[in-house]
């Protein structure tokens, strides 16, 4: 292992207290909070954005276009893991995180700025696909890290709890994102939102991302990472050391992270383009159904954190995906009824709806558990947003656009079997990886990350 000169700013510390650990979550959880409004912007955007980007005379063709454009944006993520991951790794992951949650919001900014096709020709489909991609970059250095960053403050006590805010943060971005749209859409209708009221949720990123950065930049870096600085031990080339010394275990939880992402992309990503598309349901109806039940919904995430100190990781994800897959096809038959009844078939629908999401979310605590706990201290921001992201990019940015393929190819329900694939696959490796992994790592006590790595490379010799 080479060494880097450690950074001068930072103590030796390797002691987490529960008030700081607080802070980071509370840190973390408004990051990805400005990660998830920003992205979710975009997907209930959508049909709004589609004619006045990629002008066709199919609706339809428009839409996945558009929904093309939004997996690009994940596709940039890995690139970003890796960028990121290596600033994180050698400059600390307080300094990445400043400069990830910039980026998005900059990105994001930018976004509501662009000139449409009408004004600018090909150039503005051009301008909005680089956009996404600088979006999606910083994104790929942003859950990873955050969760690392927490991981390494809170002094392994209620890890799952603490990892339980990143997810959170997310949700109530995704919950945000529709509740603004859909007041928009009430105060100006559906011709103020085409013409322009489509950037006003984009451009309010801006004062959100300035807000999250004046929290950021007050906090300290991690414990571990100030101690493993101060004993000049920081490593000299994080992307070689991990893709090299645990690539098994990335591989193993980028197909954990790939299993929560696809099914968020069914449940939250994809469920507003049925309602909106499929089923031709008033836009107003599907915002607010959405925000609402996003909102309710998200105390799984607290759930599951819970779950995960109190009695393990397998347990909360046979909890969480043995819910939401049970649920899934009652669900999208129920969603029918929003497009025909009144109030009340909007109430059916959301007691279906937040308990699918609940269940979905219970489980991603125990997947960050494992994500960042799985890797040694001098390489995890590398391992963990690279397999978080790689994971991300099948599951999120490709599941909404195999989502829509699948409706159209094969009935209005065909995509609640990407829920059933996911769930299986989620339960079925958890399974293998705790029932392999040493027993300092159940919850509640210091995980060696590089004896769970060493396990794993074992088992597949």
């Given at each position: 292992m080479s060494k880097a000169t450690p950074n001068p700013r930072v103590l030796p510390d390797a002691t987490g207290t529960r008030s700081s650990a607080a802070r980071v979550g509370t840190a973390s959880m408004l990051g990805t909070f400005i990660e998830f409004y920003d992205f979710t912007c975009y997907g209930f955007l959508v049909v709004y954005m589609a004619p006045l980007f990629f002008p066709t005379g199919d609706r339809a063709t428009g839409i996945l276009t558009s929904l093309g454009v939004y997996g690009?944006?994940?596709?940039?993520?890995?690139?970003?893991?890796?960028?990121?991951?290596?600033?994180g790794d050698?400059?600390?992951?307080?300094?990445?995180?400043?400069?990830?949650?910039?980026?998005?919001?900059?990105?994001?900014?930018?976004?509501?700025?662009?000139?449409?096709?009408?004004?600018?020709?090909?150039?503005?489909?051009?301008?909005?696909?680089?956009?996404r991609m600088v979006q999606g970059f910083c994104a790929g250095g942003e859950i990873g890290g955050a969760a690392t960053l927490v991981s390494e403050?809170?002094?392994?006590?209620?890890?799952?709890?603490?990892?339980?805010?990143?997810?959170?943060g997310s949700s109530l971005g995704v919950a945000v994102a529709p509740a603004v749209v859909g007041v928009l859409v009430t105060v100006l209708g559906t011709q103020g939102m085409a013409h322009w009221g489509w950037r006003v949720p984009l451009l309010l990123s801006a004062a959100m991302t300035l807000a999250v950065v004046v929290y950021r930049v007050r906090l300290e870096d991690s414990p571990e990472?100030?101690?493993?600085?101060?004993?000049?031990?920081?490593?000299?080339?994080?992307?070689?050391?991990?893709?090299r010394g645990h690539w098994r275990m990335i591989a193993v939880a980028a197909v954990l992270n790939l299993v929560v992402t696809m099914v968020l992309g069914v449940l939250v990503n994809y469920m507003s383009i049925y309602l909106l598309t499929v089923l031709d349901v008033p836009a107003i109806r599907v915002y607010w159904l959405s925000a609402v039940c996003l909102f309710l919904g998200a105390s799984g995430f607290l759930?599951?954190?819970?779950?995960?100190?109190?009695?393990?990781?397998?347990?909360?994800?046979?909890?969480?995906?043995?819910?939401?897959?049970?649920?899934?096809?009652?669900?999208?038959?129920?969603?029918?009824a929003v497009a025909t009844g009144g109030a009340w078939a909007l109430v059916g629908a959301g007691a279906l709806y937040v308990p699918a999401l609940a269940f979905s979310y219970a489980a991603a605590p125990a997947m960050y558990?494992?994500?960042?706990?799985?890797?040694?201290t001098r390489v995890r921001y590398t391992s963990a947003s690279f397999a978080y992201n790689a994971g991300a990019v099948a599951g999120g940015g490709l599941t909404p656009y195999l989502a829509a393929q699948l409706t159209r190819s094969a009935g209005?329900?065909?995509?609640?079997?990407?829920?059933?694939?996911?769930?299986?696959?989620?339960?079925?490796?958890?399974?293998?990886?705790?029932?392999?992994?040493?027993?300092?790592?159940?919850?509640?006590?210091?995980?060696?990350?590089?004896a769970i790595s060493n396990r794993i490379t074992d088992t597949n010799n």
């Open positions: 690009v944006g994940y596709l940039a993520r890995p690139l970003g893991a890796l960028f990121f991951g290596r600033l050698r400059r600390g992951r307080r300094s990445a995180l400043l400069v990830t949650v910039i980026g998005m919001g900059g990105a994001t900014t930018a976004m509501g700025l662009l000139p449409t096709y009408g004004t600018a020709g090909v150039a503005a489909p051009v301008l909005l696909v680089l956009v403050s809170d002094g392994g006590r209620r890890r799952g709890r603490f990892q339980a805010l990143i997810p959170l990472f100030r101690s493993l600085a101060a004993a000049d031990a920081v490593e000299r080339s994080p992307v070689l050391a991990a893709l759930v599951g954190g819970w779950w995960t100190d109190r009695f393990g990781r397998r347990s909360a994800m046979l909890l969480g995906y043995g819910g939401s897959a049970a649920l899934v096809f009652p669900l999208l038959y129920g969603m029918r558990v494992t994500l960042t706990q799985a890797f040694p209005p329900r065909a995509a609640g079997w990407l829920v059933i694939a996911a769930a299986v696959t989620g339960v079925t490796v958890m399974s293998v990886l705790t029932s392999r992994s040493p027993r300092s790592a159940i919850p509640g006590r210091s995980i060696d990350g590089d």
